[in-house]
Nanobody, 126 residues
Framework: VQLQASGGGLVQPGDSLRLSCTASGRGFSAYVLGWFRQTPGKEREFVGALRRSGGTQYTANSVMGRFTISRDNAKGTGYLQMNSLKPEDTAVYYC????????????????????WGQGTLVTVSS
């Protein structure tokens, strides 16, 4: 499976934006979907993750109540819906995937994820 993130852009504080993560190849439905973000000089930060079936979401405290992850396994696509965006949400956002059998105990650590898409830049500024 290969991943490609898209949908980033420049938005104002309070706006919403939806990122997409499109998978090519087979097996997307077998992986946990994760989202991370990174700003210059900082480590990649966990944003959230969603189990294979989409039934359970894990969300970082910093975005809880504002960001939602979803997936359409039939389309091989995952999403990160971001609402009430703040300037501190400005970052390059990455989607990732990993086998559910191995990632659940270490999902908050970027290096535990085995498949990465390229990043998409989100800028929140007035």
């Amino acid at each position: 499976v290969q991943l490609q993130a898209s949908g980033g852009g420049l938005v104002q504080p309070g706006d919403s934006l939806r990122l997409s993560c499109t998978a090519s190849g087979r097996g997307f439905s077998a992986y946990v979907l994760g989202w991370f973000r990174q700003t210059p000089g900082k480590e990649r930060e966990f944003v959230g993750a969603l189990r294979r079936s989409g039934g359970t979401q894990y969300t970082a405290n910093s975005v809880m109540g504002r960001f939602t992850i979803s997936r359409d396994n039939a389309k091989g696509t995952g999403y990160l819906q971001m609402n009430s965006l703040k300037p501190e949400d400005t970052a390059v956002y990455y989607c990732a995937a990993a086998p559910q059998s191995t990632i659940l105990s270490s999902m908050y650590t970027a290096r535990a994820w085995t498949i990465w898409g390229q990043g998409t830049l989100v800028t929140v500024s007035s």
